[in-house]
């Protein structure tokens, strides 16, 4: 995994382009999934990669994506600020930085998202603290379950993936990037790499449940697979203010587990970044790089 300084040119084209549903309908897929083993309905939207319909024989790899409504586009997304995570892919592989991948863009679970995405095994002792702080407790294994036994074979059948663990990778932001990382841990079968932004490893908003959070840091250095791509970011204004201690036990986990820094995983610090899309937006481009490689 090595790391380099983005392209002007590269730089110009995330730029310059816009939110335009409308130029290319067909290459955003919504789905909903009914009858799941495990949960409730379940929708989000596929985004194709721009040679899908012209290159017919061509398999790609696909990156599963957390907050599907704050993804794509600035009319659904929280304060009104997309990642437009589709530019910046489609961008990166047209400059020869990553191959063309399959987004799919997972809707969360409304006001249960907070328990959709907060790892389970490690915080289920804590179920009392947790109804009383944070208003309720984890189902995040059903929700995996649902991810990889159910979501990701209708993906492989319905679309031309590359559908081994080499060529599966999961990403998100805040407690996305805690549920992205926990993922992989509990099924490295399935995920070569993860994604996390501003993870948000404090749980609480307040950042009062910190035996909770070294629980989670806990399972982690436990539940480690080798073998893998990381990529960590934390900002240092809002709710990123809190998150450097516990990445810096994070990073050290890795460091002791034999993983390198610009090889197999990165964590980067940006002075100045709030908890918001518009920052993941402008430094997403970085960890793509890093776990998408082929």
Request: include cysteine.
């Amino acid at each position: 995994m090595r790391y380099l300084i983005l392209p002007v040119l590269l730089l110009l084209i995330l730029g310059c382009q816009q939110e335009q549903p409308s130029a290319e309908p067909s290459r955003f897929e919504p789905f909903t999934y009914e009858g799941s083993e495990f949960i409730g309905p379940k929708s989000g939207q596929v985004y194709l990669p721009p040679s899908y319909f012209t290159d017919t024989l061509r398999q790609y790899p696909v990156l599963y994506m957390m907050d599907q409504q704050n993804l794509f586009f600035d009319s659904l997304a929280y304060g009104g600020a997309a990642w437009q995570i589709h530019h910046t892919t489609d961008s990166l592989s047209t400059a020869g930085l990553i191959p063309e991948v399959i987004i799919v863009g997972v809707n969360h679970a409304s006001e249960k998202r907070f328990q959709e995405y907060l790892p389970e095994k490690p915080t289920a002792r804590f179920d009392s603290l947790l109804e009383a702080r944070v208003g309720g407790t984890a189902f995040s294994d059903a929700y995996l379950k649902f991810l990889t036994r159910e979501l990701k074979p209708y993906v492989d059948r319905t679309y031309r993936t590359k559908p081994g663990k080499g060529h599966t990778y999961i990403g998100g932001s805040s407690m996305g990037g805690l549920i992205s990382m926990y993922a992989v841990c509990e099924y490295p079968d399935v995920f070569a790499s993860a994604l996390c932004l501003s993870t948000h490893w404090p749980v609480s908003l307040q950042d009062d449940t910190p035996e909770v959070a070294q629980a989670i840091i806990d399972y982690f250095a436990a539940h480690l697979p080798k073998g893998k791509r990381w990529y960590f970011d934390y900002g240092t204004e809002g709710l990123d203010q809190f998150y450097a201690p516990y990445q810096q036990q994070v990073d050290s986990i890795l460091q002791a587990q034999g993983y390198q820094a610009g090889q197999n995983w990165m964590t980067q610090a940006y002075p100045g970044h709030d908890h918001k899309e518009r920052f993941w937006r402008e430094r997403v481009h970085l960890g793509l790089r890093g776990v998408i490689q082929e």
